[in-house]
């Protein structure tokens, strides 16, 4: 597991458009990206940054073990073949960013990536963050990290990217900061679900408290409370589960996210806060609350 | 999960080996003559509309006659089922069933294994036969599942059947697995006289993300079928319209809602729900649900705040996002202003704006020229949402 720390990180895709902005502003806000990949555009640069055309003509020349992470921004039917490369070339963790990955191509990478023991973010991840390392890897805070994410001890996982910044602000709002934040991608089939990102973000030494989106359909809730009750998660759990109103609505309406559909009966975000609630979470219902929650729990940290 | 109606899905389910009954879609009761005619052993008149439980709702009927069948037709034609439309019966042979069983596959996202089902029950009662139906998970990059499948009948099926029934399964699976379908549902999937399996009946939906390596299924998806659990309403389609043009960056998500008078113009995706519940939670009716984002062009905002100012009711404007990462504040206030004079709003018209991250200094002073009341990050969204529905309190009926 090398997403914290200060391993270096790969781009695959860095010379398309999101590709070059987010290396852009993932440079200035510290993080150490020392190559890109791109078929077919090897040998040139992006920001400083050498391009190669595969995973494996940049271990060659970066060294091996110096890549840690790789960020994949590539089309959504060319992830399968850019996770792979990945998994099998350089064996790295992944944070994919790519929005509308088909389902059996996201399946498949997921399963190759458990097979190899490597840790996949995403799809459909924003990017992970931590502040203390001025470390982000994905879009994640735009070209302005800091407005939303300073330093401190607080963790935070969000089944919607933009939630995961709005959180960032609310606590910088109310005077504490982020130790890790994750982006686990809008999906239904991801690579850390929330309950396996709980125990990532509490292994960070800062971290004295999780805050935790949540939405309806999946069972990420559901698992997470069960890692709560398991005694696995020893830090407090600050959860908001959003979309109530979605269960007044016919079942099979499709919100937002891709995974955010309630099906004959399950995924209702009143069960998914009851669950957690039951397992020791404290359950919060406005951001305003969660504010004051972590504050209670973590602050002055 | 885009559906396919019933013969496009047998159509293609027949293209990797599987049986299925010869039938033919008509649409008027002379065809349906025409077409039962040629049917001597008996036919089932099946109503082409992409949902469950049919059976249940008089949309499908065993015909022994042409007559029959004809007045079948004519009865179902122009009903309403689930928000559709029968527009068009899918007719076709009667088979000899000497057993009827149930197949389903579906992609099991915490195994990470396609979530094979199966149970010696099948038909319209499946679902009152819940244990009796038995699961495998099958590998998604196993070059082959025949091991899996073979343990999956011998619980189940009659041993005459097991043959049939593997190959019919083998079958299923590749095409579940080549169409990048979401669910495949063989309901029931019957073994005839003659021992033959057959898909007597089968409901398909494939993946929309995957749609483009796909082009001979982006025609036969049913259009709207994976957002809404009904048709699209003209709001709607105003917004697919918007949507379908490439030239415009950014993406529009419109969800009409009955009632309301808050137009809920929002975004992303967590962040909307999140506003709308907060906006119920203060006693608000929103209008619409809606979800915009990607750094969308002026002009796709302007479009997209026309449709939610049109619909009838609306008495108030209400704008917030999460904090944004590309998508530009300024931007959006331009396009959300200059729809805001262009639709004629009423002078007391309650627009609030929460709005923070790329360009917000310019965003607010553009807000603010338009009278609309801007709120930054100091005013949280459920602040922000109380604020919105104290306003048109305040506002009172203009």
């Keep these: ?301 | 999960m885009a559906r396919i109606l019933e013969d496009d899905a047998k159509r293609l389910l027949s293209e990797f080996g599987l049986a299925v009954p010869s039938g033919r879609r008509v649409t008027t009761p002379i065809d349906a003559t025409d077409v039962a005619s040629a049917m001597p052993g008996g036919c089932v008149v099946k109503a082409l509309v992409p949902t469950g439980r049919r059976g249940k709702a008089g949309l499908v009927s065993i015909c022994s006659t042409a007559d029959e069948a004809r007045s079948a037709v004519e009865r179902m034609i122009g009903m309403n089922f689930d928000g559709y439309l029968v527009e068009a019966v899918l007719i076709e042979e009667r088979i000899d069933i000497a057993h009827e069983y149930y197949l389903s596959m579906s992609i099991d996202p915490a195994a990470l294994t396609f979530n094979v089902l199966a149970s010696a029950f099948g038909g319209v009662d499946i679902e009152a036969h819940a244990g009796s139906i038995t699961s495998i998970g099958v590998d998604p990059v196993a070059p082959s599942a025949d091991r899996e499948i073979q343990l999956l009948w011998s619980d189940v099926g009659l041993k005459d059947h097991a043959t049939v029934l593997r190959d019919a399964t083998r079958n299923a699976l590749s095409a579940f697995q080549s169409l990048d379908a979401t669910m495949l549902e063989l309901n029931p999937l019957a073994v005839d006289a003659a021992n033959r399996a057959v898909a007597v009946g089968a409901m398909l939906a494939v993946d929309d993300a995957a749609i483009h390596r796909h082009p001979d299924l982006s025609r036969l998806v049913i259009e709207g079928s994976d957002r809404a659990a009904r048709p699209e309403t003209l709001l709607e389609q105003r917004v697919a319209e918007i949507n379908a043009d490439r030239s415009q960056r950014g993406s529009a998500r419109y969800l009409e809602l009955e009632g309301g008078d808050i137009g809920f113009l929002c975004g992303g995706g967590g962040a909307s729900l999140l506003l709308f519940d907060a906006i119920v939670a203060e006693g608000g009716r929103p209008a619409n649900y809606s979800e915009f984002g990607g750094n969308p062009t002026e002009q796709r905002v302007y479009d997209l705040t026309r449709v939610v100012l049109d619909k009838p009711g609306v008495r108030g404007l209400f704008v917030a996002h999460n904090i944004t990462n590309n998508t530009q504040i300024d931007v959006v206030a331009r396009g959300v202003t200059r729809a805001i004079r262009d639709a004629g709003v009423p002078a007391a018209f309650p627009v609030v704006a929460r709005e923070v991250g790329v360009n917000d200094d310019e965003g607010r002073l553009i807000f603010e020229e338009a009278n609309v009341l801007y709120l930054g990050a100091d005013v949280s969204l459920n602040g922000a949402a109380r604020i919105m529905v104290e306003r048109l309190r305040e506002a009172g009926t203009w």
Excluded: W
């Design chain 1, 1 to 301: 597991m090398t997403l914290f720390g200060d391993s270096g990180v790969m781009i695959q895709g860095i010379t398309g458009r999101e590709g070059r902005m987010t290396a852009e502003h993932m440079l200035s806000y510290g993080t150490p990206v020392v190559a890109g990949v791109t078929p077919g555009k090897g040998g040139q640069s992006v920001c400083g940054v050498p391009v190669f055309d595969s995973v494996s003509d940049a271990i060659a020349s970066c060294g091996p073990g110096r890549i840690g992470v790789s960020v994949v921004i590539v089309p959504p039917l060319a992830t399968l073949r850019a996770v792979s490369d990945a998994v099998r070339s350089a064996g790295c963790d992944i944070v994919i960013a790519t929005e509308g990955v088909p389902r059996h191509d996201a399946l498949r990478m997921l399963v190759i990536a458990r097979q190899a023991g490597v840790t996949v973010v995403g799809p459909n991840s924003i990017g992970v963050i931590e502040p203390g390392q001025r470390r982000k890897l994905g879009a994640i805070g735009g070209d302005r990290p800091e407005r939303a994410f300073v330093p401190g001890a607080v963790g935070i996982i969000s089944r919607s990217g933009g939630m995961t910044s709005e959180i960032g602000l609310t606590l910088r709002m109310a005077g504490l900061g982020v130790s890790g934040a994750i982006s686990v991608g809008g999906d239904e089939l991801i690579g850390l679900p929330p309950a396996r990102a709980a125990r990532v973000l509490q292994d960070l030494p800062e971290t004295r408290a999780i805050c935790y989106f949540g939405e309806p359909g999946t069972h990420f809730e559901e698992e997470l409370a069960a890692e709560i009750e398991s005694g696995s998660i020893q830090v407090p759990v600050i959860a908001l589960v959003a979309g109530t109103f979605t269960e007044s609505l016919p079942e099979g309406t499709a919100f937002g996210h891709a995974a955010a559909i309630i099906q004959r009966g399950s995924g209702r975000p009143t069960d998914k806060r009851r669950r957690l609630a039951d397992a020791g979470a404290i359950v919060v219902s406005s951001l305003d609350d969660m504010a004051v929650a972590v504050t209670g729990v973590a602050g002055g940290a």
